[in-house]
């Protein structure tokens, strides 16, 4: 079982930016795609960005350009760097893995308990 806790979540104003972390532990194998969604209120859950375990990345396009995501495969972490945030930003975003436990086991999907992120106008 793979286990995710995200933090960096807040509340700030327009322009401002956040540093959204996730921590994958438990019974990993290998960890292919991580990558953040959001769901704002109203909305359906979004994809925001995703990078490979190669490094290639993918972006949403609200996000091009003020978006930044990485991963540490050595400590299984992936960050989410936020710049020039905006009221649409405002969701909860939720770290996701598609990793496989064992070594025979198949490539299932993980998510994280969400952190609010917050943006006001």
């Known amino acids: ?28 194998f290998n960890i292919n795609v991580m990558g953040w969604y959001r769901q704002a209120p109203g909305k359906q859950r979004e994809l ?10 993918n972006y949403a396009d609200s996000v091009k350009g003020r978006f930044t995501i990485s991963r540490d495969n050595a400590k299984n972490t992936v960050d989410l760097q936020m710049n020039s945030l905006k009221p649409e ?17 198949t490539v ?4 994280g308990q969400g952190t609010q992120v917050t943006v006001s106008s």
Do not use: E, K
């Open 1 to 28: 079982q793979v286990q995710l806790v995200a933090s960096g979540g807040g509340l700030l104003h327009t322009g401002g930016s956040l540093r959204l972390s996730c921590a994958a532990s438990g019974r990993i």
């Open 48 to 57: 925001v960005a995703t990078i490979s375990s190669s490094g290639v990345t």
């Open 89 to 105: 930003d405002t969701a909860v975003y939720y770290c996701n893995v598609r990793a496989r436990a064992t070594l025979i086991g």
């Open 108 to 111: 299932n999907s993980y998510w």
